[in-house]
Nanobody
Framework: QVQLVESGGGLVQAGGSLRLSCAAS????????MDWYRQAPGKQRELVAR???????NYADSTMGRFTISRNNAKNTVYLEMNSLKPEDTAVYYC?????????WGKGTLVTVSS
């Protein structure tokens, strides 16, 4: 059974930083593409960052240069380092992976950026 558990969210002032973690079980983060999504109040869930099995990374235009996705294979954990945070980054952040045709999601962690 795949389980993704996010942590690291919280309240931060604009310009600050946070690091989110996604601890995975039931899959191997080194061979699965892993994503971070976010959903702000009243908005659709959007892809923030992706790391492929080969280690390539992709980012949403709004986060490029500020966010960094990475993984620790030994800990089977994926991270999202967020710098220069803006109030518009406020959202619930979700870890995601695709197993065969099954979308697997964590329960999310709330990030609130105050102005």
């Amino acid at each position: 059974q795949v389980q993704l558990v996010e942590s690291g969210g919280g309240l931060v002032q604009a310009g600050g930083s946070l690091r989110l973690s996604c601890a995975a079980s039931g899959i191997n983060v080194s061979i699965n593409a892993m994503d971070w999504y976010r959903q702000a109040p009243g908005k659709q869930r959007e892809l923030v960052a992706r790391i492929t099995s080969g280690g390539s990374t992709n980012y949403a235009d709004s986060t490029m240069g500020r966010f960094t996705i990475s993984r620790n294979n030994a800990k089977n954990t994926v991270y999202l380092e967020m710098n220069s945070l803006k109030p518009e980054d406020t959202a619930v952040y979700y870890c995601h992976t695709l197993v065969a045709v099954l979308n697997c999601w964590g329960k999310g962690t709330l990030v609130t950026v105050s102005s």
